[in-house]
């Protein structure tokens, strides 16, 4: 590894993005089905619309308790063995909550999630192992490409719920579950290709490049920048946050105006067909536009495309407060709501990792998915709160202070040239 030419690490980097993409396809596939049903299963179990978060809080509380383990672990050990082992912690989630679903036990519901969450850190790891051999200026196109391959998955998902209901009355599985088994399969999949085609490891052979200045150079790392770091990760998580709690609310927003239009009589169909759709968007949005926003952050810059991230959420969010009691406003929001997200992580991932050394990177990134994941799971387990207090309008205001707060403190996240 230590004899890779400029030549060399370049293929490596394309062979590793080419795989880490169809990983991500798969993955969300897995994934998507999980944030469209989790908080119907959590309603539904549980009895009470308002515990409905819990379920995205689940998967976030997951990820968060996983990613800085898994950081470690893949520092030592490599990102293959890492993903991997995130894909079998969500291959049994996926089948604790089939179970729980069947025995309809609450508790064990959201034991099956957080092990899906945990599994989700390794997802969200994927997007920082396209840039462990990344060269700066294409650091946050490669990125990108990857983060966007999820949306086929991540659109197929979701759109899968009828049929999956189908499928699974077929053959006896719990209601809201069929489509759980487009996920066994996925997940099952992406175990597989991690396992066998991530090889020579990205990280392991950054971490051996990083022994020579050189080298180490070559890969951007040569510098340290705490502060910025800080802000990135504070940006992401942040940003994170606002998208989690909204979109963990909209399902059953969604539900609540199907009753309404419907005379309070519509059938599971046509309530999982309009979630269904409404988060295969709001999928679109958070993945479709990745690589635009990867290239617009190396041309432009990263602080700049963070900040036209904040600027896509406030739209998102006024839309939300202004157009919310209707579907067409809510598909707007969401289709806005993620592409703010889609600006504000590639950017701030790609700032993340360009602001800290080789040695540094997987810890950090580490720190960044676990509060990631903790902030959002705060914002969607209080979200349920707020909607039934406030609405669906109030939750956009309460969003709001977070995006005002990203925007406000976004100086301290410029790099500014070294003497």
Same mark, same amino acid.
């Not at 490596?12 to 469209?36: C, D, E, K, P, Y």
């Not at 293959?80 to 909550?97: D, E, H, K």
């Not at 991540?154 to 009828?162: M, N, R």
């Not at 409404?278 to 679109?284: D, E, G, K």
């Given at each position: ?6 030549? &060399? ?6 062979? %590793? ?25 959590? =309603?539904?179990?549980?009895?009470? &619309? ?20 898994? =950081? ?12 991997? =082992?995130?894909?079998?912690? =969500? ?11 069947? %025995? ?27 840039? &462990? ?128 239009? &419907? ?6 169909? !046509? ?15 958070? +993945? ?9 952050? !190396? ?53 993340? %990792? ?20 903790? %902030? ?15 609405? +669906? ?27």
């Amino acid at each position: 590894m230590s004899e890779l030419v400029v030549g &060399d690490l370049a293929a490596l980097q394309r062979r %590793t993005v080419r795989v880490l993409s169809l990983g991500q396809v798969l993955g969300g596939i897995a994934f998507g089905s999980t944030v469209s049903l989790g908080a119907l299963l959590a =309603a539904d179990l549980s009895g009470d &619309d308002a515990l409905s978060g819990l379920a995205t809080a689940s998967v976030t509380l997951g990820a968060a308790a996983f990613a800085i383990p898994l =950081a470690r672990f893949a520092a030592r050990r490599g990102r293959r063995l890492s993903l991997t =082992a995130g894909n079998l912690l =969500a291959l049994i989630g996926v089948s604790i909550v089939i179970l729980a679903a069947a %025995t309809r036990l609450f508790p064990l519901l959201l034991v099956g999630i957080i092990m899906i969450g945990m599994g989700n850190a390794g997802n969200l790891q994927s997007r920082f192992a396209a840039t &462990d051999l990344a060269s700066p200026q294409h650091r946050g196109r490669d990125l990108s490409v990857v983060v966007w391959s999820t949306t086929i998955g991540g659109v197929a998902g979701p759109l899968l719920l009828t049929p999956g209901e189908i499928l699974g009355q077929a053959i006896g599985m719990p209601p809201l579950t069929g489509s759980y088994l487009f996920s066994l399969v996925a997940q099952s999949a992406a175990l597989v290709l991690y396992l066998v085609a991530l090889r020579p490891d990205p990280l392991l052979t950054a971490l051996s490049m990083a022994g020579s200045p050189s080298r180490a150079a070559v890969l951007g790392a040569s510098v340290d920048r705490p502060v910025v770091a800080r802000y990135a990760i504070f940006a992401v998580s942040g940003s994170h946050a606002v998208m989690a709690s909204v979109m963990a609310m909209t399902p059953i927003h969604l539900k609540h105006m199907a009753h309404s239009m &419907d005379g309070g009589m519509p059938s599971s169909a !046509d309530v999982t067909l309009l979630v269904g759709v409404t988060i295969a968007l709001h999928v679109a949005g958070m +993945y479709g536009l990745s690589p635009v926003f990867g290239i617009l952050s !190396d041309r432009w810059g990263r602080i700049r495309v963070v900040l036209l991230g904040q600027g896509l959420l406030v739209g998102s969010l006024v839309t939300a407060i202004v157009a919310g009691q209707t579907p067409s406003g809510v598909m707007v929001a969401l289709i806005l709501l993620g592409l703010g997200w889609s600006a504000a992580t590639v950017a701030g991932a790609a700032l993340l %990792t360009e602001s800290s050394t080789v040695a540094m990177r997987p810890r950090r990134q580490g720190i960044s998915d676990s509060l990631m994941s903790l %902030t959002a799971a705060a914002g969607a387990a209080g979200a349920g709160w707020v909607l039934t207090t406030f609405d +669906y309008a109030g939750l956009g205001v309460v969003a709001l202070v977070f995006v005002i707060a990203i925007i406000a403190l976004s100086p301290l996240g410029r790099i500014r040239p070294t003497a």
